[in-house]
C-alpha cells in the first residue's frame, strides 16, 4: 500500500514492504508437503535470516520514531506506548524492543549490523545487549568493543541459551583481572544484604496447619537443604507399602524430623536455663480412652492457660426452674486456649518428645505433670539400640537410631514403665504408624519387640519379627 504524501510522492520502503508482504504471502501459501525432506533445513534457515532482516527493521524504523518523537502523534506517553499500539506486543517485550534499538544505533552497531545481514537472531541481539549492559560503568569503550565481538564471534556457535550463559561471565573473559576484584566486593555486598533481609515469620494456624514464611542467604539455605536431604530420601517398601509422599510432602516431613532432632539435641537453646518445652493440656480420661482433644501451649497463641467459665442461668435451690435474670459462672476446667491436638497425637507426643503432657482431673485439678520417669534417658536409649540394632526397629526400616524416639509398648499414660523391657526405638513415620494406623507392637518371650500388622495389610495378622525371618502364623 502506497502512501501519498500529497506530492504525488511514495516512499520506495512502502514499495519494497509492499513486494515483501506480497512475497512473504505467497510464500505462506505455497504447500510445504511436496518440500523435499533435504531442503527442509535449507528453508527454515532462510526463514530464521529473513526473521533476522525484517527484526532489524523494525528496530531502525523504532529508533528513527523514538527520534522524531512520532508518539506524539498518537498521544502515546512513551516510544515503548506508541510500540506497543502499533504493534499490540506486550508492556515489556516494547521496552526491551525501544532499548535495543538504541543501543544497536549508539553503541552496539556492530551487532545491528550483524543482526540485518542475518548473521545473529534477534534473540541473540537481545543476549547481546542485556551482557553488555550489565558491565560495570567505568568499563572503558575499548573493552566494551572487545566484549561485542566475543559475543558476535560465540553467536555463530551458540544458542541463545548458551550465548546467555557466556554473557553472564562476559567481564571474567575480557577482564579476568579486573572481574575477580570487582565479582568479589560485589558478592561481598550482596551477601551483607542477604544477611540483614533475612526474615521468618509465622502465620495463622487454621484446621490444624500452620504456615511459615521464611527468607534465608544462600549458605544458611544450602545448610539447611544438606540437613534436610538425608532425611528427605524416600523410604524403601516395606509392611506399610511404597513410599508415595511427594517430593514436598518429603521435605516438610524431613523438617519436621530435623526440629525434633535439635530439641532433643544436648547442645539445644536454652531459655532461663530450660530447653525448649512445651506443655499440652489433657483430660485423664479421655487420654486413656484416647477421645477428645488437648490444647497445646506455644507461642503460637497468645492466650496462656485459664479456667473458662460461662454464663448460665439457674435457680438457686436446684428445683429446675430457672431464675429469670440471674446470671451465674460455671466452671468447665483447666484449660489452654490454643491449638486443639487430638488425643491420640498427644499420646504420641508423650512418649518421646520434649513435651510436657498436664493431665487433669474430671474437676481441673492437676494430676500429673508428666515428668520424671517418662521419658527415657540416653543410657536407656543405647541400651535399646543394643538390644535392636542401631536403627529403627519397625519392619524393613533402615532410619539411624539418632533419628529414632523411643516408644512406650504399653504407654505410660496406661501404666507403662519406663523401662528397657517396655521400650522400642521408631523413627518419627513408624512412630505415627503405631499409633494412628492399626498397627500393634509387644514384647515377645525372647525379650525382643513383634508386630502385629492391621488386617488390611495382612489379613491373617502374622507376627513380624524385624531381626529374623520368622512369622508366626496366627
Known sequence: MDIDTGAGFAHPLLAWLTGVGEQIEGAVECPTVS???GEYESALRQVAVCEAKLASLRLSLTRQAELNEVRKLTG???TAGWVQQVTRMGRRETSVSVRLAKALDQTLQATGRALGEGEISLGQAQVIERAIRRLPNDVDAAVRAEAEAFLLDSAQALDVDDLDKAGKHLYEVVAPEDAERRIGKQLEEQERRARENRTLSFGPVRDGMGTMFMRLDVPTLAVLQALLDPLARPRPTGPDGPDLRSSERRQADAFAEL???????????TRGGTRPRLTVTMNHDELVARLGYGTL?????????????VQTQADKDGSGEVSTGTAW???IGYRITGPP???TLVRQLACDAEIIPVVLGGDGAVLDLGRGTRLFTSSQRH???ERDGYFCHFPDCRRPEKWTEAHHIKHWVDGGATDIDNGVLLCQHHHT???TQGWTVRMSSDGHPEYIPPPWVDLYQNVIRPNDTTLIRR
Open 35 to 37: 518440500l523435499p525432506l
Open 76 to 78: 502515546a506517553a512513551t
Open 259 to 269: 526440629v525434633a532432632l535439635a530439641q532433643a539435641a544436648a547442645s539445644a537453646p
Open 297 to 309: 501451649n506455644s507461642v503460637l497463641t497468645d492466650s496462656g492457660p485459664t479456667h473458662l467459665k
Open 329 to 331: 459462672q460455671t466452671l
Open 341 to 343: 491436638l487430638s488425643a
Open 383 to 385: 541400651a535399646l539400640a
Open 433 to 435: 504408624v503405631i499409633h
